[in-house]
């Protein structure tokens, strides 16, 4: 789950990506991917994975297990060019490192997203993004943090590029100076304030919804990325702020995450040759 980000071009789309801050939460996205056997070809989850099977040039089919649905922001289109990439690597018997960064080209090339998937698979409880790029290209780090409940509650629908359209030149101006003051002092608390003022700055928190969580016992801070309200909460308060925020408009479902510190996984099955691909979500 993105809190502030800056994107980052650059003439090598390997190098093109995000700074940013973010956290990686349990329950995890479940997908399963199959390349290069039956019934591999025409699964297209999101954008992102017909880019993955074009550059990979083995056909790719992803389908969910468990899953949001995409254009929330829990960045399903990451974790579904992950699984296709890592599939193909697989199929192709190439290594790890390869089938992410073809997951990273096809995020950038299908304008799904950005610094996703090097977040996802590099980073653990709240990352932050330091230099941009693809895996092992970019510069990821992590912190760990108290394991305190998350609340995530959809709030409608929104695209990356739509975003990035809409927001345009305002995203660098706000993002800049609040990623320099959470780099410099990576907390919890400082995210967390940065988050809410950068996501009220682009309007992307109502007023009328920031006023009325600031009246919840039990909220350690909030934001909004996309259209996905991000509430943490104390120990102890994780169902009555659960409770409180699902009551809330326009909140269309709310649900209860935790801070995830084991990245993701591949489980392997036979014939035809398909992975479990688990990332926590973004």
Known sequence: MTAIWLPVYAPDPLETGSLGVGFLLNPPIILEACAGGMGAVGRHLVASVGEAERLAGVGVSVAPVRSPRPGRGYAVSAAAAMAAGLAASLALRRGALWGLRIAHLAEVYAGTGLGDVA???????????????????????????????FILAELGEMTTSEMHRILGERLYREAAPRLRRVFEDPRLETVLEEARGFSLALGMLPRSLDEELAGVRGVVGWYVKKKLLVVVAERGHALDVLDAVSSMKPVRGAGLYWPSGAGYTVRLRRSPVAIHATGASW
């Open 119 to 149: 977040a996802m698979a590099e980073g653990r409880f709240m990352e932050l993004r330091l230099a941009a790029g693809a895996p092992g290209v970019g510069r990821v780090e992590y912190v760990v943090i108290e394991n305190l409940p």
